[in-house]
């Protein structure tokens, strides 16, 4: 019998497709990767696998890891797809991927399942992923054949097929829109969503943080202290990096801090509507940048800034495990280990306020800045500084009048 790992979360599309693979004659091995995905019992999910048929079914737990492997070095980068989103569900589908055909080459398994669309993202990310770490694998991803969207043109097919196979699920036919959860953020797109001049802020209910408005009226601070770039001690505390992620996601939700919404273009080459919400990582990202400009040379800075555009590019597509990627994680290893200190953050009403920035290889001389008179700067060696600067432009001048 063939046999295949499914990336399985117990809902209605990957309970459908644990069914429709053993009818096609697979034997499944489900796997539940837990990102942090709140409420969900995980025994009655994977005892529900086991009565469906499957093989096997487990939980590998991998928060940890995606905090402090996955999430913490697209910080260090700075890394936001189109300036904006903090890629919370593209840094885990890779690991899922990972996690999966760990347990595909424990149990034997020759292909990989996954429940992703052929109009998404996450279709990338988890294929390009398993080809990378495990060139061999058969990928099985039914919504792009043919034969399974014939059989599920639609929610209410997969319903009723669920009904047919006493497979339990809690799902309705009309869905106001869709979410995906891990420790990082929520994303929610899909169903009403998908009208762009509707406001989105106002249509979801938000999971992980209340609004600006609802907000406390007074504000809390925070400190958070870094090493090489990396988060280590929140308020003085030393704290594991899905500690540090899931105490600022408490302290961020309730001041309404880390909610998006934007107009994305997907790599598949549409746009789509995405709404998110980033409390813990919305925090970290501001502490990390305040604490950069403390201490990382200007040129270095600007040149991180520049290709942090390519790391995201990489980490949206899916492109985690390339050559491309090792060699930009190996240089944000070297030119992220100045960043070290702390930030004090204030929060309030979904603002962030800068409260302190220290370093002990902090590059700020203020004697230098200063514009009191004195200090260590001197304001002669700016004329030949620019005469020169400005030797180019007085050759074009006489070559090429520009007129006035």
């Known amino acids: 019998m063939k046999s295949c790992v499914l990336a399985y979360s117990g809902g209605l599309d990957t309970s459908v497709i644990l069914g429709w693979l053993m009818d096609a004659g697979y034997q499944v091995h489900c796997v539940y990767v837990d990102l942090g995905q709140p409420c969900e019992d995980q025994i009655a999910?994977?005892?529900?696998?086991?009565?469906?048929?499957?093989?096997?079914?487990?939980?590998?737990?991998?928060?940890?890891?995606?905090?402090?492997?996955?999430?913490?070095?697209?910080?260090?980068?700075?890394?936001?797809?189109?300036?904006?989103?903090?890629?919370?569900?593209?840094?885990?589908?890779?690991?899922?991927?990972?996690?999966?055909?760990?347990?595909?080459?424990?149990?034997?398994?020759?292909?990989?399942?996954?429940?992703?669309?052929?109009?998404?993202?996450?279709?990338?990310?988890?294929?390009?992923?398993?080809?990378?770490?495990?060139?061999?694998?058969?990928?099985?991803?039914?919504?792009?054949?043919?034969?399974?969207?014939?059989?599920?043109p639609g929610r209410k097919e997969m319903i009723e097929y669920c009904e047919e196979k006493n497979i339990p699920v809690k799902a309705s036919i009309e869905k106001p829109y869709s979410s995906d959860e891990n420790c990082l953020h929520i994303s929610y797109e899909a169903g009403a969503l998908e009208d762009a001049a509707c406001c989105g802020v106002d249509l979801v209910d938000f999971g992980m943080t209340v609004s600006p408005a609802e907000a406390p009226d007074e504000a809390e601070s925070v400190s958070i202290a870094f090493e090489s770039g990396r988060p280590v001690a929140l308020d003085g505390k030393s704290c594991s990096a899905l500690e540090m992620v899931e105490t600022l996601n408490r302290i961020g939700g309730r001041n309404g801090i880390g909610r998006i919404d934007m107009i994305e273009n997907r790599f598949v080459g549409m746009k789509s509507r995405g709404v998110y919400e980033a409390p813990g990582m919305t925090i970290l990202y501001e502490a990390h940048r305040q604490l950069e400009q403390l201490t990382l040379d200007r040129d270095l800075l600007h040149l991180r800034d520049r290709l942090a555009v390519e790391v995201a590019e990489l980490?949206?597509?899916g492109f985690w495990y390339c050559p491309k990627m090792d060699a930009l994680m190996k240089f944000i290893d070297q030119a992220g280990k100045a960043v070290t200190g702390e930030v004090g953050l204030r929060l309030y009403k979904g603002n962030m306020i800068v409260e302190k920035r220290e370093s002990a290889l902090s590059l700020y001389d203020q004697s230098a800045a200063s514009m009191e008179g004195g200090g260590s700067y001197n304001q002669d060696d700016a004329e030949g500084f620019l005469r020169l600067q400005g030797l180019p432009l007085r050759v074009q001048g006489r070559v090429h009048p520009r007129g006035y």
């Open 45 to 152: 999910i994977l005892d529900k696998a086991k009565k469906l048929g499957a093989a096997s079914s487990r939980s590998v737990d991998v928060r940890e890891e995606l905090c402090s492997d996955f999430a913490f070095p697209v910080l260090k980068w700075q890394a936001r797809y189109e300036g904006v989103y903090l890629l919370g569900t593209s840094i885990a589908r890779p690991l899922i991927s990972k996690a999966c055909l760990q347990v595909a080459r424990e149990v034997g398994a020759t292909a990989f399942a996954h429940g992703a669309t052929g109009k998404g993202n996450d279709q990338c990310r988890f294929q390009l992923a398993a080809e990378a770490l495990c060139p061999d694998i058969e990928m099985i991803a039914p919504w792009r054949m043919e034969a399974f969207r014939q059989q599920f």
């Open 315 to 317: 980490v949206y597509y």
